[in-house]
T-cell receptor, first 112, second 115 residues
C-alpha cells in the first residue's frame, strides 16, 4: 500500500505527558507532512519534513524522519487537553505534484 | 495562513437528489484543488484532483459521472454528488494548493447525510 500506516491507532495519556505517534510507509517520498484534525472539522497543517531532513521542531512538536526505515514520528511534549485530536501523516510523492496520501491516523486523547 | 471555506457545512438530502458542495480559497489562488471523502473514524481518501480550467483527475474507484467536479476559477471548485444514496453519506473535505507549495490548505469539511 502506498498509504502511510500509523500506530498507535489510539492513544490516551494524562495532561503533561508526552505523546509519540509513528508513521511508516513503503514508497519513496518527496516530503512527509503531519496534520491535525479536531472531531468533525477540517485539517490543520502542523509540520512538513523533506526527505533530506532528519528532524524538525515547531513549538512543542518534534518530527523525525528516517528514510532508510521509511518511518516518521511525531512527538508532542507536555501535552494539553486541547491537543486531543486525530493526527495524520501524509506522504507527498515526488512525481505527483502536490498530491498527498494520508495515513490511517492516530486518535489522541489527553485527559486533564 | 491561507484560508479555504466550504459551503454548506452540513446537508441532509433525500435519496436520489443531487447535492452541490462549494470550496473556495479566500485569500489565495488555488491552482490545484483536491476533494477527499472521510468516513467515521477513518482517514481521508482522495477522490479527485482538479486544476483550474482542466478536467478533474479521479482516483481509481471514484465514479466521475457520480461525483462531478468543476474548477472554473482559481478560487472556486464545486463537487456535485449526483443521485445521492445513503452510502454516499460521508464527510467531504476539499483543499487547495498553489504553485510548487507543498502544503495543502484544507476547508472545514461538509457533512452529507443521505436519507
Amino acid at each position: 500500500s502506498q498509504q502511510g500506516e500509523e500506530d498507535p491507532q489510539a492513544l490516551s495519556i494524562q495532561e503533561g505527558e508526552n505523546a509519540t505517534m509513528n508513521c511508516s510507509y513503503k514508497t519513496s517520498i518527496n516530503n512527509l507532512q503531519w496534520y491535525r484534525q479536531n472531531s468533525g472539522r477540517g485539517l490543520v497543517h502542523l509540520i512538513l519534513i523533506r526527505s533530506n531532513e532528519r528532524e524538525k521542531h515547531s513549538g512543542r512538536l518534534r518530527v523525525t524522519l528516517d528514510t532508510s526505515k521509511k518511518s516518521s514520528s511525531l512527538l508532542i511534549t507536555a501535552s494539553r487537553a486541547a491537543d486531543t485530536a486525530s493526527y495524520f501523516c501524509a506522504l507527498a510523492r515526488g512525481n505527483a505534484g502536490n498530491m498527498l496520501t494520508f495515513g490511517g491516523g492516530t486518535r489522541l486523547m489527553v485527559k486533564p | 495562513g491561507a484560508v479555504v471555506s466550504q459551503h454548506p457545512s452540513w446537508v441532509i438530502c433525500k435519496s436520489g437528489t443531487s447535492v452541490k458542495i462549494e470550496c473556495r480559497s479566500l485569500d489565495f489562488q488555488a491552482t490545484t484543488m483536491f476533494w477527499y471523502r472521510q468516513f467515521p473514524k477513518q482517514s481521508l481518501m482522495l477522490m479527485a484532483t482538479s486544476n483550474e480550467g482542466s478536467k478533474a483527475t479521479y482516483e481509481q474507484g471514484v465514479e466521475k459521472d457520480k461525483f462531478l467536479i468543476n474548477h472554473a476559477s482559481l478560487t472556486l471548485s464545486t463537487l456535485t454528488v449526483t443521485s445521492a444514496h445513503p452510502e454516499d453519506s460521508s464527510f467531504y473535505i476539499c483543499s487547495g494548493s498553489f504553485g510548487n507549495h507543498n502544503e495543502q490548505f484544507f476547508g472545514p469539511g461538509t457533512r452529507l447525510t443521505v436519507l
